[in-house]
């Protein structure tokens, strides 16, 4: 299966694509989370792209294509699940053409809908593990221990761009640039709408539950 994310920054896209990739044996390929890596290693691309993200711009489309092709490329056989990419119709574009290069297309997009009003709550109170990404939320989803990772003891961080002021930049790049690709994908692919503003297990159970099907198909 092959599978793109949409939504708003705070949608829940990370968090889904957790248990989307567990269940169907997918890769997570989250595009925000390969630009954090090349950061942290001090990369030429990292470099390229931190001011982007600290101001919650969009970073070049030419920069993100070419590191999500060569990400693509490492994919299993079973597929993949795209999170935060494409972003532009103009990345929809180039990732459509090099699918049908090999063959190949999106079989699916999953789009989690949401009002911007929920996820600043969402987006300022997100904590993340930065030795394994493991995402909590100070009211939501609690460590066991304030500030520390269930998983692995590290101390817990706040993303630079999770603030309302850089979130007011991301939402109204997503809503200008973003969301058309709702419209775009609704042309020629299976688009399924699901209400974000639920509890993470229903909007789990939801996406399963359409998933099931196409994986039986
Ligand atoms: P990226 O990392 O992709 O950020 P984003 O799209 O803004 O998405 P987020 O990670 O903030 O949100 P999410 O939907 O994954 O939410 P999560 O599940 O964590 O991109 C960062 C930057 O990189 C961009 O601004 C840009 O500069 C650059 N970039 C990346 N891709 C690019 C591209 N293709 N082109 C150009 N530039 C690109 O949940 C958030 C919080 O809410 C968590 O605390 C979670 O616990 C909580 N939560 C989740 N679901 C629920 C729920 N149902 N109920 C209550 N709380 C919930």
């Known amino acids: 299966m092959k599978l793109v994310l949409l939504g ?15 269940r169907y044996n997918l890769l997570h390929l989250s595009s925000g989370d390969i630009l954090r ?51 532009t119709v103009n990345q929809a574009a180039e990732l459509d053409k090099a699918l049908l290069a090999s063959g190949q ?7 989690l809908e949401i009002e911007d009003r929920v996820v600043t709550k969402r987006i300022t109170g997100r904590r993340s593990c930065p030795a394994c990404g493991t995402v909590y939320h ?44 709702v419209d775009y994908y609704k042309k020629n692919n299976t688009v399924y709408d699901f209400d974000a503003d639920r509890d993470p297990d229903n909007v789990r159970a939801s996406m399963f539950e359409k998933l099931d099907v196409l994986v039986k198909t």
């Open 8 to 22: 708003a920054p705070g949608a829940g896209k990370g968090t889904q694509c957790k248990s989307i990739v567990e």
């Open 138 to 181: 100070v009211e939501n989803l609690k460590p066991k221990t304030e500030g520390i990772c269930d998983k692995d003891g590290t101390e817990l961080v706040q993303r630079p761009d999770d603030t309302e002021q850089v979130l007011a930049n991301r939402l109204e790049n997503y809503h200008r640039q973003t969301e058309p690709l």
């Open 37 to 87: 890596q090349e950061r942290a290693e001090g990369t030429d691309l990292g470099k390229k792209a931190q001011d982007y993200m600290d101001s919650g711009a969009l970073v070049p489309d030419e920069i993100i294509i070419e590191m999500m092709a060569k990400a693509i490329k490492k994919a299993p056989a079973e597929g993949f699940v795209l999170d935060g990419f494409p972003r």
């Open 105 to 111: 297309q999106i079989d699916a997009v999953l789009n």
